[in-house]
């Protein structure tokens, strides 16, 4: 008993500086990052993030603590029907059984949720990306937070790998809602206790939330990725496509090993219609990593990829967490602009939109590592330091 707590205590203190350190140096390559290559559910290339032994171990003691004890445990996952196979993947990295749940529609559109097991007592975490289509996946969350609300649940957290409304954060226009905060209030007033989001548009849609909000970012996964490509750092220049994600690009470039920035500057004339305008910093003859929270109709980061080559650029990489992939975001993405496209299984990607450049890595570990520390009351910032 006394291991198991100093172990716990440890994944508390867990450092991601110390991970990334591991992985530059070559005494420690055995216990280092790596990327291992993976079948998922849909039999599509899938990468997914190892962390150090560090981590491994504590995990590891938790899932055999957990299996000796699954039937009688307070934690409980259940998957709603936006993307289970990522449900299954987070519940196998925590050594847990998903949740029995009966979710269905009726014959006028209407949710039909039921769970199949008792959840009195318990801490349940409700997987569900309110991912396209964003309005029946959305209801069918805010049904789940009710079922396990008036079954008695102890706390209820909503996982939202994908928060669809987070654009509609702010009046751009007079007369205009502000999606974001409605749908917060939605998920609150169901009976969430907790959010667990990962790569929100902005910051500033945690505020709308007036419960706790566990920010992830799947940043880790992608620059473990990257960092198996092997590309010297002196040829590397992270890209933000627009003004807006500056931010987001300079803590990227920060993390990988401080590479340069370059900022496309885009005037936006209407609703997934974009203009580049100009270059801002140098990418001839660099390897041009773009980096965004999500590709829609592709419409920016095409045309910003197109102005890179322009500028001499070697190649162009493109890389987010969430892949909406709304038409005609396939076309422009497998045109020839870039090297690779690397996105995250936040958002399940359909049999019709794989394209040979395209990369899928798994949030699966991250994910289900936050839901650990967040049941354990652990530190989920320390994953990101």
Known sequence: MESLIMQKASSCLFSHKQHFALARNSNHAQNGVRCDLAEPVNGKPCVQISYDRVLQNISQSKRLDVAVNKNNTKLKIFSGSANPALSEEIAGYMGLDLGKINIKRFADGETYV?????????????????????????????VMIDACRRASAKNITAVIPYFGYARADRKAQGRESIAAKLAANLITEAGADRVLSCD?????????????????????????????????????????????????????????????????????????????????????????????????????????????????????????????????????????????????????????NYFPQLTVLSVANLLGETIWRVHDDCSVSSIFQ
Do not use: W
């Open 114 to 142: 039921q769970l199949q097991e008792s959840v009195r007592g318990c801490n349940v975490y409700l997987v569900q990306p309110t991912c396209p289509p964003a309005n029946e996946n959305l209801m069918e969350l805010l």
């Open 200 to 352: 929100l548009h902005s910051g500033q849609s945690m505020g709308y939330f007036d419960i706790p909000v566990d920010h992830v970012h799947g940043q880790p996964v992608i620059l473990d990725y990257l960092a198996s490509k092997k590309i010297p750092c002196g040829d590397l220049v992270v890209v933000s496509p627009d003004v807006g994600g500056v931010a987001r690009a300079r803590a990227f470039a920060k993390k990988l090993s401080d590479a340069p920035l370059a900022i496309v500057d885009k005037r936006r004339h209407g609703h997934n219609v974009a203009e580049v305008m100009n270059l801002i910093g140098d990418v001839k003859g660099k390897v041009a990593v773009m980096v965004d929270d999500m590709i829609d109709t592709a419409g920016t980061i095409s045309e910003g990829a197109a102005l890179l080559h322009k500028e001499g650029a070697r190649q162009v990489y493109a890389c987010c967490t969430h892949a909406v992939f709304s038409p005609p975001a396939v076309e422009r993405l497998s045109s020839g602009l870039f090297q690779e496209v690397i996105v995250t299984d936040s958002i399940p990607v359909l049999q019709n």
